[in-house]
């Protein structure tokens, strides 16, 4: 989505109304998405070096996407494996055993003694995942910088 003009005026009865709130609203949105696409990459980083490793495969397979939901339009982050085609696209052994990993078996602890790879690293950065957050939103106040940070394309990566 282009930006949006910066202001739209109205006139009526010799008043002149100024709305800058499409322009604001997309700064907002898009500033998210930037911030989700740091978030993105420290968490990939984080979680591949919290996967077990034997052969790497899993390691390899860990990935973050960060996408507008179709329905909200709002700018979301996923973490995960990837699926089967995903990983037979990049060229990667598929890591069936992601989840068994993660949530362990009736035999066998999940990684890391008991408590997965993915879903604790996660909730171990929550703080560092606000101060990029708001370190991004905090930018609304000053349009030039904000702009400087927005990168419209999708994030869909690994490292």
Known sequence: MPLPKSV???K???VEFVSNVDRASYTIQELSRAA?????KLLRKRIKDATPVETGVLKKNVGTWVKKNPKTGECELQVGVYNRD???K????YAYHAHLV???TAKMKAANGG???IKPTVQDSIDDIRRIEGQYLSTIEDE???LGLIDEEEEIADD
């Not at 989700?36 to 993105?40: E, N, S």
Request: proline letters at 0%; zero cysteines.
């Open 8 to 10: 739209t005026k109205i």
């Open 90 to 93: 990049k060229g990667y052994t």
């Open 115 to 117: 408590r997965g790879f």
């Open 12 to 14: 009526k009865d010799g």
């Open 86 to 88: 995903r990983a037979k």
């Open 144 to 146: 030039n910088r904000a």
């Open 102 to 104: 993660e949530f362990g």
């Open 36 to 40: 989700l696409k740091d978030v993105a």
